[in-house]
Nanobody
Framework: QVQLVESGGGLVQAGGSLRLSCAAS????????MGWFRQAPGKEREFVGG????????RYLDSVKGRFTASRDNAKNTLYLLMNNLNLEDTAVYYC??????????????????WGQGTQVTVIS
């Protein structure tokens, strides 16, 4: 059974940085795409960024481009999200997602197969 476990969330001041991690287990090989989503109270879950299992495709939400960087360490089965220059609008629960198969990154939640439990990121002024 595939499991995704996020960590690294917390409370940070505006302009600060955080690095989220997502450890994957249960896959028999590294041919799975990984992504980050977030959901703020009262809002729909939105795509933040993701990397295909080949590393050839990397996508980001427009509002985080230049501030957030997604990366993955296949040897550790871990996806990272480095978040710099955080602002109040980045406050949300951040979720990790994965899907095996064709190397791709989709921005719709329904495309992804597995989800983590989420980690809270709160940005304060």
């Amino acid at each position: 059974q595939v499991q995704l476990v996020e960590s690294g969330g917390g409370l940070v001041q505006a302009g600060g940085s955080l690095r989220l991690s997502c450890a994957a287990s249960g896959y028999t090989e590294n041919r799975y795409n990984m992504g980050w989503f977030r959901q703020a109270p009262g809002k729909e879950r939105e795509f933040v960024g993701g990397i295909s299992w080949t590393g050839d495709t990397v996508r980001y939400l427009d509002s985080v481009k230049g501030r957030f960087t997604a990366s993955r360490d296949n040897a550790k089965n871990t996806l990272y999200l480095l978040m710099n220059n955080l602002n109040l609008e980045d406050t949300a629960v951040y979720y990790c997602a994965s899907k095996s198969g064709v190397p791709a990154v989709h921005d719709t939640p329904g495309w992804w197969n597995f989800w983590g439990q989420g980690t809270q990121v709160t940005v304060i002024s």
